[in-house]
């Protein structure tokens, strides 16, 4: 007896020894965090990618504003007033309607001005063809879409942005670049109704015109390859979208002073608009005020109703005198 009570008494510490180190182990195991298996998505079997519409927020499109410049400076100066964020881009020639050197006015009437200038500085002048005075127009509108590729390939735009391509008399109002901004879609050409002019504001023509304006800069890239100047054209496969605001725009091509028509009518010698018997006719400095003022085209005929006063017909001219 007393024999098993020395046993018991001598494996008791160290059975108690053992339970403690087991106890320990087996709270240890409890409380130890269990790793968390994370599930990695399988990748998908096709992946494509699409091109949006453009976004309705205005603030996400740029305007680009595109024109060939023969020194139409009042036009000129308000659309870059009203729209002194937008991108510009400028064709001008070196040569008139008639083929003649001219000179280039863009850099001196705008010296401040940011803008892509493009420089035509053939002579694609051909009196055996039918549209002889045109074809320095159109060779300079179309190298427009030139300049449009050069802001593309730097990265200063994108595809969705919105390209408005007009003569540099023809001035898209707030309104309908606005609406451009927010509703204009690919393979669509916006077309705007311009309200026409005479010499100055003061002499509206009854007609309205009927313009191709915009399309988006994608379309011009891939429908147009670059073309600003099928714009202006019939375009098979694209689709057309009225810009739905009532002052789309306003045209004015004789809307800049005496200087600047005698420029015009120099390098245009050859149109019939101020020809008499096949000879030009040369006009004094009164004469030419007397038909702005009066709203007189060279024909003697008038244009259309007044709708100044002789106050504001004044100010008007002595405005665009001083540009």
Known sequence: MRLLIAVYMALLPVCMVLSNLYTSSMTHTRLRPVPQMVRIPEPAAHTETTHAEPHANTSMRQIILAFPYNGERVPVSQRLTESPHALVVVSESAYGHNGLPKAMHWHTDFQTQAAEHMRLTKNLYNQSSRDAEWNQESEARTLLGEGVRNLYTRGDISDNDVVVVTDAD???SLEALAWLQ???????????????FLWTHCYEYPRRQALKVATTVRTLRVRLKWDANLIRRKEPGLQRATINVVEAGAHCSWCFGTRAIREKMRVNIESWQWTSKETPRAYSDRELDRLRATGTWFDGK???????????IAAEMALENEL
């Open 302 to 312: 008038a244009h259309g109703p007044c709708r100044c006063s002789r106050a504001q």
């Open 170 to 172: 023809e001035v898209v």
């Open 182 to 196: 927010a509703h204009l879609k690919h393979d669509v050409l916006a077309v705007a109704g311009f309200r026409w």
